[in-house]
């Protein structure tokens, strides 16, 4: 089978080392032949800086050495993300890579701690997470392989520049045989009788021909839109947020483990720590504010000297009615945006293709339902994410500006106001087999932004009151005496993968 690539960029490449990491490309037993066409003269949206701990996944999926591609990509460790100002002014709160507490008897932690709260004898939720405590006071350390131990409830991210990752992963493809072609498409054929992708004519002739297409074109969808119309699902009314503003730092001694998220008036703001840089932005929406406004107030709050002028990213958020249609697929942006709040842009990109490898077809005729089951799984994932992010916007009691009564006032969709009110009948977060976000992340988003739970699994009375109290402050305890011998995140960082920074690659990030 012929598989092209239009499209360079993180996802295009994410793409292509997954194929040519897991398949014998440029071998006579290989299954497929698999070319990337992408032009140099294209500039390419510089999303995922901030990334989910299933990166770590993708990369160990492809066999990369961890300290490696740190150097390589000026990458930090990531724990968590602190919000503040979500919900109400003055909140500050981390959804957490990790658990509260541990089970015990059988039932979830959230449970004991919403019994004894009742009870008026729980400490904040938060001091029973490993991760938020060292993220708090910017710590790290690899987590235990021991999962009895309190110090295995927690895993990790990255923080790193995406133009170094696609360059990375584009070194490790061509490695292994991956064919790449310079050059702009002029012009797209079909097959006259199925209406599918025949070939892409370059600017400079080239025919390239291919049984299946992978559509990373950015927004633009070259394949899947342009010439195919599978149609966009729009979903701004939940997510009104339709541009953003990003703009480098310098690097400050403030070297946290965690990204940064702030609610301001009419959106919010990043801040993601790498080792030779600081990324900023503003998300917002413009029917709350104007680009000059938002630019100002994203040049007041920043915390180091900028390196640049902003760049402006404009955006609908929403996703293809199908991510996979005729002989075409549609990977990362092509495919749909939902904003960064939660960095989730590179797990739909990693979760699409490890989707895509799963069902590979195993001749050029590709049977249909190969394409309905990865539509289905993937609409899955991308209804999940929403339905997350969505929270962050309707819970909130914010009646400073405009964007937080409408986002309070909106129609959520029905599957967000079931969770939530299973949340608040019984402490309960339902734990699905497919989709992205586990319990922990609801329970620290809804009590992070008070949606309380008024009730608790009766299993949980299992255990008695006193005996209850000693497990609770005793996990309490284990958890500030690990974290107090964590190393710094930043001394970790400088002994396991700190490269010093050079003038030409202050330059480079100023660019």
């Known amino acids: 089978m012929r598989v092209v690539i239009l499209g360079g960029g993180t996802s295009g490449w994410m793409c292509a080392a997954a194929l040519s990491g897991v398949l014998k490309l440029g071998q006579k037993d290989s299954l497929l032949d698999v070319r990337l066409v992408e032009s140099a003269e294209i500039g390419t949206v510089g999303v995922g800086e901030a990334t989910l701990p299933q990166i770590k996944d993708f990369n160990d999926y492809l066999g990369i050495n961890e300290a490696e591609f740190m150097r390589r990509t000026k990458a930090t460790f990531k724990l968590g993300i602190e919000l503040r100002d979500w ?69 990790y991210a990255y923080h790193f520049d995406a133009g170094l990752y696609a360059a990375f992963l584009r070194e490790f493809s061509e490695a292994r045989g991956l064919k790449r072609t310079e050059g702009k498409v002029k012009n797209v054929t079909l097959h006259s009788d199925s209406g599918n992708i025949r070939s892409l004519i370059l600017e400079s002739g080239e025919e390239i021909e291919g049984d299946l297409f992978i ?88 915390d180091g000297a900028a390196l640049a002028e902003p760049k402006l990213l404009r955006f609908t958020t929403g996703r293809r009615k199908k991510s996979w249609y005729r002989n075409c697929l549609t990977i990362g942006l092509s495919s749909g945006f939902l904003e960064p709040l939660e960095s989730t842009s590179l797990y739909l990109v990693q979760i699409a293709i490890t989707t895509f490898i799963q069902l590979l077809p195993s001749t050029k005729s590709i049977d249909p339902k190969l394409a309905e089951e990865f539509n289905r799984l993937i609409d899955t994932e991308y209804k999940r994410v929403r339905d997350f992010l969505i929270l962050h916007y309707y819970a909130n009691t914010r009646t400073d500006a405009a964007l937080w009564e409408y986002t309070r006032n909106m129609t959520v969709p029905d599957s967000l106001k079931d969770k939530i009110e299973q949340y608040r009948h019984r402490g309960r977060v339902p734990n699905y087999k497919d989709g992205l976000f586990s319990p922990p992340s609801w329970v620290s988003v809804l009590n992070g932004q008070d949606i309380t739970a008024h009730g608790y699994d009766r299993m949980a009375d299992n255990i008695d009151d006193a005996t209850l109290m000693e497990k609770l402050e005793t996990m309490r305890g284990r958890i500030q005496a690990s974290v107090d011998a964590m190393p710094d995140h930043a001394d970790f960082v400088g002994d396991y993968c700190f490269v010093p920074p050079s003038k030409a690659m202050m330059e480079g990030a100023a660019k």
């Not at 342009?226 to 001694?253: F, H, I, N, Y």
Request: with cysteine; aromatic share 14%.
């Open 215 to 302: 559509d990373c074109s950015g927004f633009r969808g070259l394949l899947i839109e342009e010439q195919l119309m599978a149609g966009w699902e729009d979903w701004s009314k939940w997510l009104p947020c339709d541009r953003a503003l990003a703009v480098p730092t310098e690097r400050t001694a403030d070297f946290h483990s965690y990204t940064r998220s702030t609610a301001l008036a009419a959106g919010w703001q990043w801040r993601i720590p790498l080792q030779h840089r600081a990324g900023n932005g503003y998300c917002y929406s413009s029917a709350f504010i104007s680009e000059d406004e938002a630019h100002k107030t994203l040049m007041g709050n920043l």
């Open 87 to 155: 919900g109400k002014l003055g909140n500050n709160y981390h959804h957490p890579f990790g658990a509260f507490g541990m089970p015990m008897a059988g039932v979830e932690f959230q449970h004991h701690w919403t019994r004894a709260n009742a009870l008026g004898k729980a400490a904040p939720l938060e001091d029973y997470c490993y991760a938020i405590q060292a993220a708090r006071r910017q710590k790290f350390d690899f987590p235990s392989e021991d999962k009895q131990s309190i110090k295995s409830t927690f895993s």
